[in-house]
């Protein structure tokens, strides 16, 4: 199974400024087909987790421009342009190469410093 | 409006099965752009994929759960089942089930997910 790992784990941001969260996997996401199956999910609390970003950096629907999403092959990173009080909580990232297998990322928590 | 609602024991013992119910609505369970994916999060930790149904009655399984699980689904009732075998305090989590959506030739996105529902494992 590939394994994904994201850094940091955590994340402290003030308010208005950016943030940035690094996933990198055990193996290329790129898929035979050309694409790469990389998604972000946001986890706010107590709420399930909400798709933003699929195949790198496609935001999906209803989700802030502020959002962006870029890497190849092993390595990729979220980021957010200017954080907003909405925007904490746990991040994933989730590869869908080996679909019908997905594995996730450990997590990354965005609180505001 | 698309929803899904799981359902189920919010305690069960080591070595008992666990049975998970998904209500969906707002969809149907037979369309071939659709099928439900089950994901599980331990309180604190991250999220774990289980198992895939899609409309024509294919399933996936998770490769190291595979052998525990079975996932079935009643499109007149829009209910997919999830059972799990063999319960250990380990498998205590937050169970949610996702819509996933055929979103291009070999991709299905998880675009609506019930709230989840906790199950704890305990004598």
């Known amino acids: 199974d590939i394994v994904m790992t994201q850094t940091p784990l955590s994340s402290p941001v003030t308010l208005g400024q950016p943030a940035s969260i690094s996933c990198r996997s055990s193996?290329?996401?790129?898929?035979?087909?050309?694409?790469?199956?990389l998604s972000w999910l946001q986890q706010r609390p107590g709420q399930p987790p909400r798709l933003l970003i699929y195949k790198i950096s496609n935001r999906f629907s209803g989700v802030p421009d502020r959002f962006s999403g870029s890497g190849a092959g092993t390595d990729f990173t979220l980021k957010i342009s200017r954080v907003e009080a909405e925007d904490v909580g746990v991040y994933y990232c989730m590869q869908a190469t080996q679909f019908p297998s997905w594995t996730f990322g450990q997590g990354t928590k965005v609180e505001i410093k | 409006q698309v929803t899904l609602k799981e359902s189920g024991p919010v305690l069960v013992k080591p070595t008992e099965t666990l049975t998970l119910t998904c209500t969906v609505s707002?969809?149907?369970?037979?369309?071939?752009?659709?099928?439900v994916s089950w994901i599980r999060q331990p309180p604190g930790k991250a999220l774990e994929w289980l198992a895939h149904i899609f409309s024509n009655d294919e399933k996936s399984y998770s490769t190291s759960l595979k052998s525990r699980l079975t996932i079935s689904k009643d499109t007149s009732k829009s209910q997919v089942v999830l059972t799990m075998t063999n319960m250990d305090p380990v498998d205590t989590a937050t169970y949610y089930c996702?819509?996933?959506?055929?979103?291009?030739?070999?991709?299905?996105?998880?675009?609506?997910w019930g709230q989840g529902t906790l199950v704890t494992v305990s004598s």
């Open positions: 193996q290329s996401l790129v898929h035979s087909d050309g694409n790469t199956y």
């Open positions: 996702a819509r996933i959506l055929r979103w291009g030739f070999l991709e299905w996105l998880p675009d609506y």
């Open positions: 707002g969809f149907s369970l037979s369309n071939a752009r659709m099928g």
